[in-house]
C-alpha cells in the first residue's frame, strides 16, 4: 500500500493558517495535521517524531509546514529541522510565514516580466525601493531581488534604525548587500523614489504609502508594485487589478494586488505538491518559491 502524504502544520502562533489547510489539501495531502504555539526549542524533537515513525523510504511522503508571521524565525525553524534529520530518515521541509514567502516571489517574478517585456530591463539593470521591508513580504522581496542583482533600498517608515538592522542580517544571512534609507516623511519618501526604476509596496494593509503626486515625481520609474487589497491601497492610483497597467501621469506600469494573488497562490500549492512528486526530500524556502514563481509567469 502507498504510504499516506501527511503534513504537519507548525506555528508559533494560536493558529494555523486556514489557508495553507486549504492550500496543502488541494494539493493533494491527504492529511494536515496543527501544531500551534511551537517554539524553535521544540522542533527538532517533532521533526524526529515524525521521521522515525515511518521507514526511511517513506520519507518523502512526511512534511513539515512552518507559518507564523516572521520570515527570520521561519528561516531559523527551518534550519533547526533540517538539524534534526537523522539519515537515512529525512522528510519534506518548507515555509511560508503568513504567506509571505510565496507572495513576494510571486510579486517579484511579476515585476521582472514586466520589465522584461514591457521595458527591455533585468532586475540587475534597476534599483528597487522596498517600502514595509521589516515586515515578512517586503524582507523577503528585498532579498530576492538583491540575490538577482538588484540595487534594493529599504524605506523605514520611523527612520533608519529598524531598517539598519534588517539590511545587516540580510547581509549576514544571504550575503547581500542592502541600503537602510529614512522614509519617516512624506518629503523623504518623495525624494527616495525619485531616483528608483521600481517600487516594492508591502506596507501594513490599508495604509497609503505613496501618493498618486508622489509616483508622478517619481521621473525614472518603470514598474511598481502592491501587494495591499484593503482600501486604501498602498499606491494610490494602481488598481488592485492591473497587471502592467499604465500608472496616470507616468511612464510606469502597475501591478496590484489582486495580480499578484492567484500567482501566489498558484505557487505556494505548486511547492506543495512539488513535495508529494519528490523522489527526494526537499527543503523550500522564499528563493525556490521565486524560482517557481517566475517560471509560472513566463
Do not use: W
Amino acid at each position: 500500500m502507498a504510504a499516506k502524504n501527511i503534513l504537519h502544520m507548525l506555528t508559533p502562533h494560536k493558529h494555523v493558517s486556514p489557508f495553507d489547510v486549504n492550500q496543502a489539501l488541494d494539493a493533494g495531502y491527504d492529511s494536515v495535521t496543527p501544531y500551534e504555539e511551537v517554539t524553535l526549542e521544540e522542533v527538532a524533537d517533532l521533526v524526529q517524531d515524525v521521521i522515525f515513525s515511518r521507514p526511511p523510504d517513506h520519507g518523502t511522503a512526511s512534511a513539515l509546514f512552518f507559518g507564523g508571521d516572521d520570515a527570520v524565525l521561519a528561516l531559523d525553524m527551518i534550519e533547526a529541522a533540517k538539524n534534526a534529520l537523522v539519515p537515512p530518515f529525512g522528510c519534506n521541509i518548507m515555509a511560508d510565514p503568513a504567506g509571505s514567502f510565496t507572495t513576494a516571489a510571486a510579486m517579484v517574478a511579476c515585476v521582472e516580466r514586466t520589465l522584461k517585456q514591457e521595458k527591455g530591463k533585468s532586475l540587475s539593470d534597476v534599483t528597487i525601493a522596498v517600502f514595509g521591508a521589516t515586515g515578512v513580504v517586503g524582507y523577503c522581496s528585498a532579498v530576492i531581488a538583491a540575490l538577482e542583482g538588484a540595487k534594493v533600498k529599504i524605506v523605514g517608515y520611523s527612520g533608519v534604525e529598524r531598517v539598519q538592522k534588517r539590511a545587516d542580517e540580510m547581509t549576514e544571512r544571504f550575503g547581500v548587500e542592502v541600503e537602510a534609507v529614512d522614509g519617516s516623511s512624506d518629503e523623504k519618501n518623495t525624494a527616495i523614489v525619485k531616483d528608483v526604476e521600481v517600487i516594492f509596496s508591502a506596507a501594513k494593509a490599508g495604509v497609503q504609502v505613496l501618493s498618486a503626486d508622489q509616483l508622478k515625481a517619481a521621473s525614472k520609474l518603470l514598474v511598481a508594485a502592491d501587494v495591499n487589497a484593503v482600501p486604501p491601497v498602498g499606491l494610490e492610483g494602481i488598481d488592485v487589478m492591473a497587471d502592467g497597467e499604465p500608472i496616470e501621469g507616468t511612464d510606469a506600469l502597475g501591478i496590484g494586488a489582486l495580480a499578484v494573488g492567484p500567482m501566489k497562490s498558484q505557487t505556494e500549492q505548486g511547492l506543495l505538491k512539488r513535495m508529494i512528486e519528490a523522489s527526494e526530500p526537499q527543503t523550500l524556502d522564499f528563493r525556490d518559491a521565486f524560482q517557481l514563481a517566475r517560471s509560472l509567469v513566463s
